[in-house]
C-alpha cells in the first residue's frame, strides 16, 4: 500500500520552495518602494511580487493600499509566512511561542515606547492629517470630476481649434491618480521610519545605510510626486485653489520637517531604483 503525501507537509514545502532566493530578483528592493506595482519597471525582479501575483487572483483592487483586499491579501501572505517558520523552527526543536515573562515585558515596553514615539511624533500627525484631508477632498469632488469629464467630452465632439480635450483628460486623471495613490503611503512610510529609528542600532551597523532613511526617502518622492500634482489639478481647477494651495503648503511643510529629520534620507541608494546593488 502506498503512503498518500502529507498534504500540509507538502503545502510547507511548496511555501519554502517559492520563497527560495531568486538569482534574478533584486534583494531587498521590495522595502523601498511605493508599491505602485502597475508602474513600476523592477516587478520582474521582485520576489514579493513574484509572491503575490502568485496568490492573488489578477484583482487589481488586491494591489491597491486603500483596498480592503489588498490588506486582506497582505494579512494571508503574512499568516501564511509565519506558519512556514514555525514549521522550520519545530524541524529544528524551536518553540517560537515560548518567551520568558522577563523577555515578554522587555518585548511588550519597547513595543509600547516605539508606538508612543511614532503616535507623538509631529511628522505622524502632520501626515496624518494631510491624508485625511486629502481622502474628504476627494470624496466630495467627485461630482467636480464627472462634471469636468462631461465637459472635456463636449469640446471633443466640437473639435475646437486650439484645444486638446484629450490631453487634458489624461493630464487630469494621472494627476488624481497620484494624488490618491500617495495621500495615505506617505504617512505610512514616515511612520516605518519614525517607528525604526527610535530602536536601539547596534554599533556594528551604525555606519552602514539606515533603513529609516530609506523609508524617510520614499516618503519624500511621495511628497515631491503629489506636489506635482496638486500642481496640474491647480491649473485644471483654478476655481478650488484656496484648498488645492493649502495641500501644497502641507505638503512642502512636510517635505522640510522630513529633510530636517533625516537630513540623510535623499542619499540613501535603494536597490535597484537608485543603482543599488542589483543581485540577490
Keep these: 500500500m502506498t503512503n498518500k503525501p502529507d498534504k500540509k507537509i507538502d503545502a510547507s514545502r511548496r511555501r519554502t520552495r517559492r520563497w527560495k532566493p531568486n538569482p534574478h530578483h533584486i534583494s531587498g528592493i521590495h522595502n523601498y518602494c511605493d508599491r505602485w506595482c502597475e508602474r513600476c519597471a523592477y516587478t520582474a525582479r ?22 480592503e483586499r489588498f490588506w486582506k491579501r497582505l494579512g494571508n501572505i503574512f499568516a501564511e509566512t509565519m506558519e512556514m517558520v514555525r514549521e522550520m523552527a519545530a524541524e529544528k526543536g524551536i518553540d517560537l511561542d515560548h518567551i520568558p515573562p522577563e523577555e515578554q515585558l522587555e518585548i511588550e515596553a519597547a513595543e509600547q515606547k516605539r508606538e508612543e514615539t511614532v503616535e507623538q511624533h509631529l511628522l505622524t500627525r502632520a501626515s496624518r492629517d494631510y491624508g485625511l484631508q486629502v481622502y474628504q477632498w476627494l470624496k466630495a469632488s467627485a461630482p467636480m470630476f464627472r462634471e469636468k469629464g462631461k465637459t472635456l467630452i463636449m469640446a471633443a465632439r466640437l473639435e475646437l481649434p486650439g484645444h486638446t480635450p484629450e490631453n487634458d483628460a489624461a493630464e487630469t486623471l494621472e494627476a488624481i491618480e497620484v494624488v490618491s495613490w500617495y495621500h495615505l503611503q506617505i504617512g505610512v512610510k514616515l511612520a516605518r521610519a519614525i517607528g525604526g529609528r527610535s530602536e536601539e542600532v547596534p554599533e556594528i551597523i551604525e555606519d552602514l545605510p539606515k533603513d529609516w532613511d530609506g523609508s524617510a526617502k520614499i516618503a519624500l518622492i511621495g511628497m515631491e510626486r503629489s506636489m506635482a500634482a496638486w500642481g496640474i489639478l491647480l491649473r485644471h481647477f483654478p476655481e478650488r485653489e484656496d484648498e488645492i494651495l493649502s495641500f501644497l503648503a502641507a505638503l512642502k511643510g512636510l517635505q522640510r520637517q522630513t529633510e530636517r529629520e533625516f537630513p540623510n534620507a535623499r542619499a540613501f541608494i535603494r536597490p535597484g531604483f537608485d543603482g543599488g546593488p542589483a543581485k540577490a
Aim: net charge negative; glycine share 4%.
Design 46 to 67: 521582485c520576489a514579493v511580487y513574484a509572491d503575490e501575483r502568485a496568490s492573488d487572483d489578477g484583482d487589481p483592487a488586491s494591489r491597491d493600499i486603500t483596498n
